[in-house]
């Protein structure tokens, strides 16, 4: 990790407990915005079942909350990567009702999409969806520099 990526790590290790309220992400207007996120992204999964799922910068696991409440019985892993190990502490938190989840934190590296792609039968990245407007659209050729 380099000293940018340190800095970054600090920084959400001592917001984590707090992060949700601290910047209102579970106010209507916020989880409206995931329902939708989240159902842009469940599209793609058609009837298909035994899905893997990697979410980088998973955070707290709000996402993949309600990702799971909605699709979970089609999700046979869903791993969450994130820099900050304090933030995947409090997304265990949020997911402990879900066994399919498991926890990374460090970098998405080799390792990470390795841990998916064992007899895996879909991949999928979660987070992407947040920076695109149009994901549909945008994902064919699309150049994420």
Do not use: C
């Amino acid at each position: 990790m380099d000293e940018k990526q340190h800095i970054q790590e600090r920084y959400y290790g001592g917001l984590a407990s707090d992060y949700d309220r601290k910047f209102h992400r579970e106010n209507a207007n916020h989880l409206y915005k995931i329902r939708e996120i989240g159902h842009t992204f469940a599209s793609h999964f058609g009837e298909r079942r035994g899905l893997r799922i990697l979410e980088i910068g998973a955070g707290t696991g709000i996402h993949a909350y309600h990702l799971l409440m909605k699709h979970g019985q089609q999700i046979s892993k869903l791993v969450l990567s994130d820099l900050s190990p304090e933030m995947l502490a409090q997304a265990r938190i949020r997911l402990e009702t879900f066994p399919q989840t498991e926890y990374i934190a460090h970098l998405p590296s080799e390792s990470v999409w390795n841990k998916l792609s064992t007899g895996s039968t879909s991949v999928a990245q979660y987070t992407i969806f947040q920076i695109l407007e149009r994901p549909s659209e945008e994902r064919n050729g699309a150049n994420f520099q």
